[in-house]
């Protein structure tokens, strides 16, 4: 994990989440090399935010995508920290995903954010909150 990770997992463990705990436990199983993606922004040595994108774990279907264990300091957020963690993200997809799927908690700032980028709220999913369709690379 990249240096300031363990002061970022104390933030979000604080902040009453858990995808990162849940990162460091699956790391690096739930990020097959060359399948996906793991994106860190740092500033000197503070871990800004961290987030990641690998084929969907709970979808066996070929060309499906998840956006994993993406979070962003508290004194980093409204700073473009999260939009560049998913911009890289879905640039990565683009060539190997043809559908991108998450789940995030019931949290108005975090569906803004996602549906900001294009993602669609997904009702009475198990395992995932929103659906991004990507156009097919030729």
Known sequence: MPTGFDDLELESIVAGHTMLSKLKRNWPAAFPPHASLLVAVEDGPMLLGIGGIAPDPYDVE???GRIRHLYVAHAARRLGVGRRILNSCLDFARSRFHTVSLR?????QANRFYEAHGFRPLHGHANASHVLYLPRQP
């Open 62 to 64: 070929p060309g499906r």
């Open 104 to 108: 995030t908690p019931a949290s108005e």
